[in-house]
Protein backbone atom coordinates (compact mmCIF):
# COMPACT_ATOMS: atom_id res chain seq x y z
CA UNK A 1 0.00 0.00 0.00
CA UNK A 2 1.61 3.16 -1.33
CA UNK A 3 1.45 6.20 1.34
CA UNK A 4 2.35 9.77 0.82
CA UNK A 5 2.53 12.12 3.75
CA UNK A 6 2.91 15.63 3.65
CA UNK A 7 4.42 18.25 6.56
CA UNK A 8 6.31 21.70 6.39
CA UNK A 9 3.19 23.35 6.17
CA UNK A 10 2.28 27.12 7.83
CA UNK A 11 1.84 30.31 7.87
CA UNK A 12 4.52 32.73 6.15
CA UNK A 13 4.34 36.58 5.05
CA UNK A 14 4.80 37.27 1.82
CA UNK A 15 8.21 37.15 0.53
CA UNK A 16 9.17 34.57 2.88
CA UNK A 17 9.69 31.08 2.41
CA UNK A 18 8.61 27.22 3.26
CA UNK A 19 9.81 23.87 2.18
CA UNK A 20 7.12 21.03 1.89
CA UNK A 21 8.46 17.71 2.28
CA UNK A 22 6.23 14.35 1.00
CA UNK A 23 7.34 10.78 2.85
CA UNK A 24 6.19 8.09 0.47
CA UNK A 25 6.42 4.54 1.33
CA UNK A 26 5.09 0.87 0.24
CA UNK A 27 7.10 0.35 -2.76
CA UNK A 28 10.10 1.36 -4.61
CA UNK A 29 9.69 4.45 -6.61
CA UNK A 30 12.10 4.37 -8.84
CA UNK A 31 9.95 4.47 -12.03
CA UNK A 32 7.63 6.66 -10.75
CA UNK A 33 6.85 10.59 -11.48
CA UNK A 34 6.01 12.48 -8.11
CA UNK A 35 3.89 15.48 -8.77
CA UNK A 36 2.69 18.80 -5.98
CA UNK A 37 -0.46 20.10 -6.81
CA UNK A 38 -2.60 22.76 -4.71
CA UNK A 39 -6.27 23.74 -4.23
CA UNK A 40 -7.16 27.09 -3.13
CA UNK A 41 -10.34 27.89 -1.73
CA UNK A 42 -12.97 27.70 -4.06
CA UNK A 43 -10.72 27.02 -6.98
CA UNK A 44 -10.41 23.32 -8.88
CA UNK A 45 -7.02 21.40 -7.99
CA UNK A 46 -3.95 22.67 -9.77
CA UNK A 47 -0.69 21.26 -10.76
CA UNK A 48 2.68 22.90 -9.45
CA UNK A 49 5.55 20.81 -10.40
CA UNK A 50 6.35 17.02 -10.87
CA UNK A 51 9.87 15.33 -10.63
CA UNK A 52 10.39 12.24 -12.58
CA UNK A 53 12.34 10.01 -9.95
CA UNK A 54 14.61 7.58 -12.62
CA UNK A 55 16.16 11.03 -14.39
CA UNK A 56 15.36 13.58 -11.99
CA UNK A 57 13.41 15.78 -15.20
CA UNK A 58 11.67 18.50 -14.13
CA UNK A 59 8.27 20.38 -15.16
CA UNK A 60 6.84 23.36 -13.41
CA UNK A 61 3.56 25.30 -13.84
CA UNK A 62 4.43 28.95 -15.23
CA UNK A 63 2.92 30.42 -11.70
CA UNK A 64 5.74 29.47 -10.03
CA UNK A 65 8.87 29.25 -11.91
CA UNK A 66 11.62 30.41 -10.95
CA UNK A 67 10.40 30.51 -7.45
CA UNK A 68 10.07 26.74 -6.32
CA UNK A 69 11.89 23.87 -6.57
CA UNK A 70 11.04 20.28 -6.89
CA UNK A 71 14.02 17.67 -5.08
CA UNK A 72 14.15 14.34 -3.92
CA UNK A 73 15.98 12.43 -1.83
CA UNK A 74 16.64 8.94 -2.40
CA UNK A 75 17.93 7.43 0.67
CA UNK A 76 14.56 9.25 2.28
CA UNK A 77 12.63 8.05 -0.25
CA UNK A 78 10.73 11.87 -0.18
CA UNK A 79 10.11 14.64 -2.44
CA UNK A 80 10.68 18.29 -1.48
CA UNK A 81 9.02 20.98 -2.51
CA UNK A 82 11.01 24.34 -1.60
CA UNK A 83 8.76 27.69 -1.95
CA UNK A 84 10.78 30.69 -2.19
CA UNK A 85 9.30 34.33 -2.63
CA UNK A 86 6.07 33.29 -1.55
CA UNK A 87 2.86 35.33 -2.67
CA UNK A 88 -0.68 35.50 -1.39
CA UNK A 89 -2.28 33.73 -4.63
CA UNK A 90 -0.04 30.69 -3.34
CA UNK A 91 -2.07 30.23 -0.35
CA UNK A 92 -3.57 26.53 -0.72
CA UNK A 93 -3.54 22.88 0.67
CA UNK A 94 -0.75 21.60 -1.16
CA UNK A 95 -1.17 17.46 -2.01
CA UNK A 96 1.90 15.09 -2.61
CA UNK A 97 0.79 13.03 -5.76
CA UNK A 98 2.70 9.89 -7.77
CA UNK A 99 2.50 8.36 -10.48
CA UNK A 100 3.53 4.65 -11.77
CA UNK A 101 5.03 4.72 -15.14
CA UNK A 102 7.30 7.72 -15.58
CA UNK A 103 5.24 9.98 -17.93
CA UNK A 104 6.27 13.52 -16.63
CA UNK A 105 2.34 14.68 -16.56
CA UNK A 106 0.85 17.77 -15.18
CA UNK A 107 -2.93 16.22 -15.34
CA UNK A 108 -3.73 15.23 -12.16
CA UNK A 109 -6.37 12.60 -13.04
CA UNK A 110 -3.32 10.72 -14.38
CA UNK A 111 -1.71 10.20 -11.02
CA UNK A 112 -2.68 7.11 -8.81
CA UNK A 113 -1.51 7.95 -5.25
CA UNK A 114 -2.26 11.42 -2.85
CA UNK A 115 -1.45 12.56 0.11
CA UNK A 116 -3.91 14.15 2.65
CA UNK A 117 -2.62 17.62 2.05
CA UNK A 118 -0.65 20.52 3.78
CA UNK A 119 -2.12 24.16 4.18
CA UNK A 120 0.14 26.73 3.08
CA UNK A 121 -0.80 30.40 3.74
CA UNK A 122 0.53 33.55 2.96
CA UNK A 123 -0.08 36.90 4.35
CA UNK A 124 0.39 39.95 2.42
Known amino acids: QVQLVESGGGLVQAGGSLRLSCAAS????????MGWFRQAPGKEREFVTA????????RYADSVKGRFTISRDNAKNSVYLQMDSLKPEDTAVYYC?????????????????WGQGTQVTVSS
Open 51 to 58: IRWSDNNV
Open 97 to 113: AAKSLSLLTTNEKQYDY
Open 26 to 33: GRRFNSYT
